[in-house]
T-cell receptor, first 116, second 113 residues
Framework: EAGVTQFPSHSVIEKGQTVTLRCDPI?????LYWYRRVMGKEIKFLLH????????ESGMPNNRFLAERTGGTYSTLKVQPAELEDSGVYFC??????????????FGPGTRLTVL | AQSVTQLGSHVSVSEGALVLLRCNYS??????LFWYVQYPNQGLQLLLK??????LVKGINGFEAEFKKSETSFHLTKPSAHMSDAAEYFC???????????FGKGTMLLVSP
C-alpha cells in the first residue's frame, strides 16, 4: 500500500510569489490533514478535510492560505502571496474510518518551503 | 486545551544504553497520547499510542511508553539504544475536537557508538 505522498519535497520562492503544495493521501482515506512546522517550533494543525469538505480550518494562519480537495482525493495548499514567516515544513496526513480520537494519522514526508 | 510538553530538545545516549524521552500532558479529559518518530528525509511514523486501555503500551522497534495519570506523564523508553534509533521523536495528544493532533516540540535523539 502506497503511503502519503507530497510534492514538491522542497520549494524555494521569493516573497510575494505563489506556491502550491500537493498531497496525495493513502487510497481510501476520507480524512486528510495539513500541518506545518516552523523552524524551532512545534508541528501545528492547519486544517482537516473529510472527503472534499473542510471539517475544521481553525489552524489556517490567514487568508493567504487556500486549501482544496476536489473530488475528495488529492489536496492542494496554495500560499498567495508568500511571506517570509510562511517558511517551514508542511506535512500532510490521512486517516480512514471516522477520523475520531483513536484513528491513526499517517504522515507524508513533508514539503520544505523556503521564502526568501 | 490539551497540550504536551517534551523535556529536552536533544538527548544523547551511547549505543546499548537506556533511552528515556520525556513527555508530560495537560488534559481536562482522559487523553489520547501518541509517540511519532521522524527519520531523516522521511515522514512521521507512529511508534505507539495510548487510548485508555492498557497503561503500558508497546510499540514498534522495541519502544514502549507508560501512561501515569498521577504524574501526567507518557515517557518513551527503550532498554537498549541502537544507532538506527537516531531520529526526532514527537509526543502528541488529541484535543477535545478529537480529530487533530497537538504536538510537543520534539526531541532529537543522538546515539553515539
Amino acid at each position: 500500500e502506497a503511503g502519503v505522498t507530497q510534492f514538491p519535497s522542497h520549494s524555494v520562492i521569493e516573497k510575494g510569489q505563489t506556491v502550491t503544495l500537493r498531497c496525495d493521501p493513502i487510497s481510501g482515506h476520507d480524512n486528510l490533514y495539513w500541518y506545518r512546522r516552523v523552524m524551532g517550533k512545534e508541528i501545528k494543525f492547519l486544517l482537516h478535510f473529510v472527503k472534499e469538505s473542510k471539517q475544521d480550518e481553525s489552524g489556517m494562519p490567514n487568508n493567504r492560505f487556500l486549501a482544496e480537495r476536489t473530488g475528495g482525493t488529492y489536496s492542494t495548499l496554495k500560499v498567495q502571496p508568500a511571506e517570509l514567516e510562511d517558511s517551514g515544513v508542511y506535512f500532510c496526513a490521512s486517516s480512514h474510518a471516522s477520523g475520531g480520537r483513536a484513528d491513526t494519522q499517517y504522515f507524508g514526508p513533508g514539503t520544505r518551503l523556503t521564502v526568501l | 486545551a490539551q497540550s504536551v510538553t517534551q523535556l529536552g530538545s536533544h538527548v544523547s545516549v551511547s549505543e546499548g544504553a537506556l533511552v528515556l524521552l520525556r513527555c508530560n500532558y495537560s488534559s481536562s479529559v482522559p487523553p489520547y497520547l501518541f509517540w511519532y518518530v521522524q527519520y531523516p528525509n522521511q515522514g512521521l511514523q507512529l511508534l505507539l499510542k495510548y487510548t485508555s486501555a492498557a497503561t503500558l503500551v508497546k510499540g514498534i522497534n522495541g519502544f514502549e511508553a507508560e501512561f501515569k495519570k498521577s504524574e501526567t506523564s507518557f515517557h518513551l523508553t527503550k532498554p537498549s539504544a541502537h544507532m538506527s534509533d537516531a531520529a526526532e521523536y514527537f509526543c502528541a495528544t488529541k484535543g477535545s475536537g478529537y480529530s487533530t493532533l497537538t504536538f510537543g516540540k520534539g526531541t532529537m535523539l543522538l546515539v553515539s557508538p
